[in-house]
């Protein structure tokens, strides 16, 4: 297909997009070019958009960027069997080599030489966006486009809670923001006896109650430790799902997490976060997991069965709807904290 769409664009190295024209991506033989019908903010776009260090760092402007959409194959290479035209997909977002001892041993998550959509490559806040078929997840029909947009993000919490048991266990959620809130359901759904969500912005918090936490913790309110120890009988919990990033918070999971418990850490500290190995990890005997991505493709398998099921429902999550060219409301609403997820409709 050729021809113009709009983009967002990652215009230059400091604050902020712009709505362009671009040219439509051309797909190569084992690619598929796909119409958008719907694209989410995520936090690292919010990262890009800032331009944080992080950033600075990671990414080269000028690009399309985004990478949380559900959309319908509109045109496919000759080499594609998995997906047909007018097919409902989203999309894995790390594009892997397939021959690294990683890949070729199930992990093909962590492959050393991973490439992510919108970050490394052309992003989907656009009307087309162009992707190599084995990355495509098929949906069912009739899921609507909004929920289908947030499956990618639904699986980071997915991977993060079920990379250890949690059922009958007590799991604390530290960070609000939507992936958190999707885990704040994904634990409820998975058998935890109490989901505790801990946060400083008390929206999120009313969201967190609304996935199922059984408690909610405004740590710039009270004590999160003392607030926990009273909720645990004093013993802590079992599980800490990290979400937020923030050294501070960091620190506070590890210490409140109970001896021979589980810290998985999802978040994406923009600088190096200082701990006290000796007492809050080996004296503790704690398992610590670093979680990146979802597991390809069971955290999918998971992820749709769970919405499939209605175990998890995210539209109390999706709190915002926006056209493609209101992108900058979205953003302003992510950095406030005052939304949920935020879709948008080129």
Same mark, same amino acid.
């Given at each position: 297909?050729?021809?113009?769409?709009?983009?967002?664009?990652?215009?230059?190295?400091?604050?902020?997009?712009?709505?362009?024209?671009?040219?439509?991506?051309?797909?190569?033989?084992?690619?598929?070019?796909?119409? +958008?019908?719907?694209? #989410?903010?995520?936090?690292?776009?919010?990262?890009?958009?800032?331009?944080?260090?992080?950033?600075?760092?990671? $990414?080269?402007?000028?690009? $399309?960027?985004?990478?949380?959409?559900?959309?319908?194959?509109?045109?496919?290479?000759?080499?594609?069997?998995?997906?047909?035209?007018?097919?409902?997909?989203?999309a894995?977002?790390?594009?892997?080599?397939?021959?690294?001892?990683?890949?070729?041993?199930?992990?093909?998550?962590?492959?050393?030489?991973?490439?992510i959509?919108?970050?490394?490559?052309?992003?989907?806040?656009a009307?087309?966006?162009?992707?190599?078929?084995?990355?495509?997840?098929?949906?069912?029909?009739?899921?609507?486009?909004?929920?289908?947009?947030?499956?990618?993000?639904?699986?980071?919490?997915?991977?993060?809670?079920?990379?250890?048991?949690?059922?009958?266990?007590?799991?604390?959620?530290?960070?609000?923001?939507?992936?958190?809130?999707?885990?704040?359901?994904?634990?409820?759904?998975?058998?935890?006896?109490? =989901?505790?969500?801990?946060?400083?912005?008390?929206?999120?918090?009313?969201?967190?109650?609304?996935?199922?936490?059984? #408690? +909610?913790?405004?740590?710039?309110?009270?004590?999160?430790?003392?607030?926990?120890?009273?909720?645990?009988?004093?013993?802590g +919990?079992d599980?800490?799902?990290?979400?937020?990033?923030?050294?501070?918070?960091?620190?506070?999971?590890?210490?409140?997490?109970?001896?021979?418990?589980?810290?998985?850490?999802?978040?994406?500290? =923009?600088?190096?976060?200082?701990?006290?190995?000796?007492?809050?990890?080996?004296?503790?005997?704690i398992?610590?997991?670093?979680?990146?991505?979802?597991?390809?493709?069971?955290?999918w398998?998971? +992820?749709?069965?769970?919405?499939?099921?209605?175990?998890?429902?995210?539209?109390?999550?999706?709190?915002?709807?926006?056209?493609?060219?209101?992108?900058?409301?979205?953003?302003?609403?992510?950095?406030?904290?005052?939304?949920?997820? $935020?879709?948008?409709?080129?």
């Amino acid at each position: 297909m050729n021809g113009k769409m709009k983009a967002v664009v990652k215009h230059h190295r400091g604050y902020g997009a712009q709505i362009q024209t671009v040219e439509i991506p051309q797909i190569n033989e084992d690619e598929v070019l796909i119409k +958008v019908k719907a694209t #989410s903010i995520c936090g690292t776009d919010v990262h890009i958009y800032k331009w944080d260090e992080w950033s600075e760092s990671r $990414v080269n402007p000028p690009y $399309v960027f985004g990478h949380e959409f559900s959309g319908e194959v509109v045109e496919k290479g000759s080499k594609v069997k998995n997906v047909d035209y007018g097919d409902s997909v989203s999309a894995e977002t790390h594009i892997v080599c397939g021959k690294c001892s990683q890949c070729l041993t199930g992990k093909a998550h962590i492959c050393k030489y991973t490439k992510i959509i919108g970050v490394d490559t052309r992003g989907c806040f656009a009307e087309y966006v162009a992707l190599p078929a084995a990355n495509l997840w098929k949906n069912p029909k009739e899921m609507l486009y909004d929920v289908a947009a947030i499956q990618e993000p639904m699986g980071n919490a997915v991977h993060t809670v079920l990379s250890g048991d949690v059922i009958g266990k007590t799991v604390a959620i530290i960070g609000c923001g939507p992936i958190g809130l999707m885990a704040v359901g994904v634990a409820k759904a998975a058998g935890a006896a109490q =989901v505790i969500a801990l946060d400083i912005n008390n929206y999120r918090l009313n969201l967190a109650k609304q996935m199922g936490a059984t #408690s +909610v913790i405004n740590s710039k309110n009270e004590e999160p430790l003392q607030a926990v120890k009273q909720l645990t009988n004093g013993d802590g +919990v079992d599980v800490v799902c990290e979400m937020s990033g923030h050294p501070i918070a960091m620190n506070q999971g590890f210490r409140m997490v109970t001896n021979g418990g589980r810290v998985s850490i999802l978040s994406l500290p =923009v600088r190096p976060v200082e701990l006290d190995v000796t007492n809050d990890i080996v004296f503790k005997g704690i398992t610590v997991k670093g979680i990146t991505g979802r597991k390809m493709f069971e955290t999918w398998q998971q +992820v749709s069965a769970l919405l499939h099921s209605g175990q998890v429902n995210v539209k109390p999550i999706i709190t915002h709807h926006f056209s493609l060219e209101e992108f900058e409301k979205g953003f302003e609403l992510m950095i406030e904290g005052n939304c949920g997820k $935020v879709v948008l409709y080129p």
